[in-house]
């Protein structure tokens, strides 16, 4: 004796709990797969492709250090600026570090910014 | 992880020029593109790897046409997904390239290969367009719609997609004996 057709219903039921079943199984099968994938160096790579900025202002470092090292002079050689200086003070090393901090500055800003790669 | 969050560092690219900020989005979705690519190709990690930077040299480009109307993600995996096709599409014109075929000797050294094998099996055997939405819909957390935008096709033909996708990958995770909650 042949056994009886499932109704509409209950076929309609039996595929939606066979497709619920699936959906468990797939969700479990593939969250369980899901790794995730260390940097190792990947973002730097692609931060090194990606052009740069146009409006990059790092050329005003040069003539604000000049013009440092400029005022630096003046205070300490010509007359309507000199101010006193203990005896044993040498102007050059102040030029030196006026003239030098923009450009260490600059350099801590390319290391932040990662232009510049220290590892 | 919010998609304000997101809005606040693209704004900071597009608006101040700052690349801390796309290096941070970087940072933040490199490991989801990744593994999106590294299961399309089936484990190929060198091409992975290119197709990923062009995505994010891509999204880069083309910030400032980001709307924020989908979530940076969505967004994202939509270049990935088009990223992916263009080379599809170019490597199948010089004939170097089969699908069924990727990188077999790359899967016996690769560090995921052991846990990723039977996924790539498994996504064998499903149409290019069915493993995209089954990748997007249960490893990446996608709903329907967002698969939709990404993959600029219509709800249906997503839905139909993924239940295709779905009645495939479990029969074969049926056949071969696979169970919730057993590795």
């Not at chain 1, 899901?34 to 040069?62: A, G, H, L, N, Y």
């Not at chain 2, 590294?38 to 040299?57: K, R, V």
């Amino acid at each position: 004796m042949k056994p009886a057709l499932p109704n509409r219903m209950q076929a309609e039921k039996w595929i939606k709990m066979k497709t619920d079943r699936d959906d468990t199984m797939i969700r479990a099968f593939m969250q369980e797969n899901k790794q995730e994938v260390p940097d190792v160096f990947f973002s730097r790579k692609v931060m090194q492709k990606i052009p740069p900025v146009r409006s990059s202002k790092e050329w005003i470092v040069i003539p604000f250090a000049a013009l440092g090292t400029l005022l630096a002079w003046m205070l300490g050689t010509v007359k309507p600026f000199v101010i006193s200086m203990p005896d044993n003070f040498n102007i050059y090393y102040l030029l030196g570090g006026v003239a030098v901090i923009p450009f260490v500055f600059l350099a801590l800003f390319y290391i932040r910014e990662r232009k510049i790669q220290l590892l | 992880m919010s998609k304000t969050e997101d809005l606040k560092w693209v704004s900071r690219v597009t608006l101040l020029g700052d690349t801390t900020a796309f290096d941070h989005l970087t940072r933040k979705y490199q490991s989801s593109i990744r593994r999106f690519f590294l299961n399309l190709t089936m484990g190929d990690t060198q091409l992975s790897d290119d197709l990923a930077q062009d995505t994010f040299i891509k999204a880069y480009l083309n910030l400032s046409s980001f709307q924020g109307l989908a979530g940076f993600s969505t967004w994202l995996f939509r270049i990935a997904y088009n990223v992916y096709y263009d080379a599809v599409r170019s490597r199948k014109i010089t004939g170097d390239i089969d699908e069924q075929e990727v990188n077999r000797t790359y899967q016996a050294e690769n560090d995921f290969s052991g846990a990723k094998l039977d996924v790539q099996q498994a996504l064998m055997l499903l149409r290019k367009e069915e493993r995209t939405a089954i990748l997007l819909f249960y490893m990446e957390d996608k709903n329907h719609k967002e698969i939709a935008k990404i993959m600029d096709a219509p709800l249906g033909t997503i839905k139909t997609y993924i239940l295709k996708g779905k009645e495939k990958m479990g029969k074969y995770l049926q056949e071969n004996g696979y169970e919730a909650g057993i590795a």
